[in-house]
């Protein structure tokens, strides 16, 4: 019995994916990648039983989804030490960043396959001494370091939720130059002020139209206030139907996260989408990432690069549609994923 057990995070709190009840609306409705990617391995025959441990302080009942005759299951627990009354799995994934993670591995390191840690932006490496057989990076920067083997993790978005428009499905196509996804509560991740203080120095990029999503909008308002700048929509927090549909209606999508971030999921929603991207950088990416459609830009060139994009974002729109077909599929990604760690078995 082949079994992949996965643990997304030490978060108490029900996630709004868990109120799916059948395999099908949770696959065309949750959007995360860490929850999907294990039904993957279901049903391509890598794995015979998924488990997707989970924290609570009162009983909650197993959700389990069959795929292809196989479990799908998220499990609660009390304590993450429960894992250790049923039997080891073949492979264990960790988001890591949680300590709880590192304590149960430290107490009992063969109970969980090969172990494979993903660091991440302030996380790189387990903060709390546990023990892991590989690290997961999402930045070739990050696989340096000599005391811990690395592997690089590949990642991409739900194409049932972020997918390009057909031409001519929407009368709002190329209604903003940029779409900015990101939430102002990670102001010294993002690079909010710096864009904005970017904008109020330069006349083209003012005359363009930007359309913000994301939390805390009376944030980003008050510094447009701040530096004078009014080109900037606000949009607030919407979900990702609606991010879609933004970053469909914008010529360009823009990340702008410095090395104290992860690799930020809206890299490949961006692209997923089917809208070229500005990225700065010194956001944690792998090079696999730095394909066709994407603009690089620096704190020198940000300006110069932004307006000669524009100008031919045509060009770009095209070269992210094979981006998308060669470099994004879902099956391309976790083929990638699932070579490397069956190497280690």
């Not at 009942?61 to 299951?73: A, C, E």
């Not at 996804?181 to 864009?195: M, S, V, W």
């Not at 410095?258 to 956001?283: A, F, K, M, W």
Request: aromatic fraction near 14%.
């Amino acid at each position: 019995m082949r079994t992949f057990w996965l643990f997304r995070s030490n978060l108490k709190n029900f996630e709004y994916y868990h109120k799916y009840e059948t395999l099908e609306e949770f696959e065309k409705k949750c959007h995360d990648f860490y929850m999907l990617f294990p039904i993957w391995l279901l049903r391509n025959d890598y794995m015979d039983t998924v488990v997707i441990w989970r924290l609570s302080n009162t009983s909650i009942k197993d959700i389990n989804f069959v795929v292809n005759g196989k479990l799908y299951s998220q499990r609660w627990v009390r304590n993450f030490n429960e894992v250790f009354n049923y039997p080891k799995p073949q492979m264990s994934f960790f988001r890591g960043g949680f300590k709880e993670y590192d304590i149960i591995t430290k107490q009992n390191p063969d109970h969980f396959g090969l172990k494979l840690y993903l660091a991440t932006g302030r996380r790189v490496r387990p903060q709390w001494g546990g023990f892991y057989n590989y690290l997961l990076q999402e930045d070739k920067r990050d696989m340096v370091y000599s005391d811990h083997k690395c592997l690089p993790f590949y990642k991409t978005a739900s194409p049932e939720i972020f997918f390009p428009y057909l031409t001519g499905d929407s009368k709002e196509n190329e209604q903003y130059d940029i779409c900015w996804p990101c939430n102002f509560t990670q102001i010294r991740y993002k690079g909010q002020e710096f864009f904005i203080r970017t904008i109020s120095q330069n006349k083209d990029l003012q005359k363009l139209k930007i359309v913000h999503c994301g939390n805390k909008p009376e944030v980003g308002k008050k510094l447009c206030k701040k530096y004078g700048v009014t080109n900037i929509k606000f949009e607030g927090s919407v979900d990702r139907k609606r991010l879609n549909a933004l970053l469909n209606h914008s010529k360009f999508g823009l990340c702008l996260s410095n090395l104290q971030d992860g690799c930020p999921r809206v890299i490949t929603e961006i692209l997923s989408s089917g809208t070229p991207l500005i990225i700065s950088n010194l956001t944690r990416v792998l090079k696999y990432y730095k394909m066709k459609g994407v603009v690089e830009v620096n704190d020198l060139n940000i300006n110069g690069k932004i307006r000669a994009a524009i100008k031919d974002y045509k060009k770009y729109k095209s070269e992210v549609a094979e981006s998308i077909k060669k470099e994004l599929s879902f099956d391309m990604v976790m083929e990638k994923n699932i070579s490397e760690w069956l190497k280690c078995l």
